[in-house]
């Protein structure tokens, strides 16, 4: 009875509350909560016109029932002013019309549309339009099919484009996609891996040509389904942002005039290398130059030269090993304030020494992991060139001591010895230094003693190193 009483109770709190409130908690509700309710209750029914988001899947439960539920809910919702979201996900196969209908009420209705599908359905792109979307998602099985007749695949309001594991049908369906967006403000487009869509039509190369795009972010974690592009094409002159991931191409061809943030993580394709025995031995890690004549090279100098306006960067440790082999010529980067870049142990800082040098207003730092590979072609940005060669570098001046870096920070710090040793070389010899911030691989410093007097002696062997800067604080996190 009590447990009866107490339900009873929550049932009349939640049924005096205003239909404002009620409508914002069906907004919340899981899929398959609001889909009940709003068949049991008349109540319900009646709310569904005050929800400003609807998130329908076929995930959970009996799909059977699904498409009939989604002509309900939509019908319902005729004459709602408010819903501003729609996201629809098809884990499983529906009637093909019955889905081009949902889809076209979505386009006509909604500002914004996420569109999730396990199985393949293409998008007629005559009827792929809308005066209304300001956001549109297209991911896995929903893709455009068909070249469009004029005035097709026309958003004059979008301003969010996102493109995740989708293909298209012909690749010339993507350029009139990107073309026929002329307010988009932001450009998402993460390519599938094999194991995720074996079955999309994969563009060889990404020609991104849009004016009005600010914000842009490319990855495609896998080239393993088809040959690196011989070129890229970005002309994108109000690009303000650029996240660019995956594998680098032959020759770019770019428009950044006003790109201000840069975060790059492009490396070569795999590479196959014949032992003597006949037998491939595949290796995704890095290359060696040597291998190569200088025509086999992509060519990245477009690419950095279209970068150089930047006032932040960052850089992989991938992108560090391209930068190096791959770039004929380094520009100078007037405007860089904040370079980052992470370091890989099979992977050298050949690149930074020149980096340092023609950045010449740089002001912060920023090491993920001092471990690096150990090479003699590093310069004097680190302290791992070869002794032989350790008294011809100290005749020259160090790159470091020119730099007017104020801000200096490390994370990944464990203390070793060629972690304190690359630590001295630092605070020797950046004059300008105001501020260290050194992060520590994450470790219980205050329930283990053994720990933390590991972690008070790194603390304090830092704090001992001589300073180039007087004004040099530590600080640590």
């Not at 409508?23 to 609001?34: E, Q, Y």
């Not at 890690?285 to 950095?304: K, Q």
């Not at 960052?314 to 770039?327: G, M, R």
């Not at 993920?368 to 060669?389: E, R």
């Amino acid at each position: 009875m009590s447990a009866q009483r107490v339900s009873s109770r929550s049932r009349d709190s939640i049924s005096s509350l205003p239909d404002e409130v009620l409508g914002k908690i069906l907004s919340l509700l899981p899929t398959r909560l609001a889909a009940s309710t709003s068949v049991l209750s008349k109540r319900w029914k009646n709310l569904l016109p005050l929800v400003d988001s609807l998130d329908l899947s076929d995930a959970i439960g009996d799909p059977r029932g699904f498409s009939a539920f989604v002509d309900t809910t939509l019908a319902l919702l005729t004459n709602s002013s408010i819903i501003k979201r729609f996201s629809l996900n098809c884990e499983h196969k529906h009637d093909t019309t019955r889905v081009d209908t949902w889809i076209r009420t979505a386009l006509e209705r909604f500002s914004e549309l996420h569109l999730e599908s396990a199985c393949l359905h293409g998008i007629k792109t005559e009827s792929f339009t809308s005066n209304t979307l300001l956001k549109l998602t297209l991911s896995n099985g929903f893709f455009l099919s068909g070249l469009p007749p004029n005035g097709g695949v026309f958003f004059p309001n979008l301003k969010t484009l996102s493109l995740v594991s989708v293909g298209f049908e012909p690749c010339e369906v993507y350029e009139y996609l990107i073309t026929g967006c002329p307010l988009l403000e932001e450009l998402f487009i993460r390519y599938a891996s094999p194991s995720e869509c074996s079955w999309m039509v994969v563009n060889q190369s990404i020609a991104v040509s849009s004016p009005s795009i600010k914000r842009m972010s490319i990855s495609y974690p896998s080239r393993d389904y088809c040959e690196p592009p011989a070129s890229e094409v970005f002309r994108t002159p109000s690009l303000v942002y650029l996240d660019y991931s995956g594998y680098v191409a032959g020759h770019y061809h770019v428009d950044f005039t006003s790109l201000v943030e840069a975060r790059l993580d492009l490396r070569r394709e795999r590479v196959l290398a014949v032992e003597e025995d006949g037998v491939d031995d595949s290796s995704v890690g890095g290359w060696d130059e040597d291998v190569y004549d200088e025509a086999s090279l992509p060519d990245v100098a477009n690419l950095v030269e279209g970068i150089s306006n930047v006032k932040t960067l960052h850089l992989s440790p991938y992108f560090l090993e391209v930068f190096d082999i791959c770039c004929k010529s380094m520009p100078v980067f007037h405007n860089l304030l904040t370079l980052s870049f992470e370091s890989d142990k099979e992977r050298g800082w050949q690149v930074v020494p020149l980096l340092l040098k023609n950045s010449p207003n740089l002001e912060t730092l920023v090491i993920k992991g001092l471990v690096h590979q150990v090479t003699d072609k590093c310069g004097d940005a680190c302290v791992c060139i070869a002794k032989k060669k350790k008294k011809m570098e100290e005749e020259k001046v160090c790159c470091l001591s020119t730099c007017q870096v104020k801000v200096l920070n490390i994370s990944g710090y464990r203390g070793t010895g060629r972690e304190l040793k690359q630590m001295r070389h630092f605070l020797g010899n950046l004059k300008c230094l105001e501020t260290v911030k050194v992060g520590f691989v994450a470790e219980n410093h205050h329930e283990d003693n053994s720990v933390n007097n590991h972690y008070q002696r790194i603390t304090n062997a830092l704090t001992k190193l001589p300073r180039a800067s007087s004004n040099c604080q530590i600080h640590f996190f």
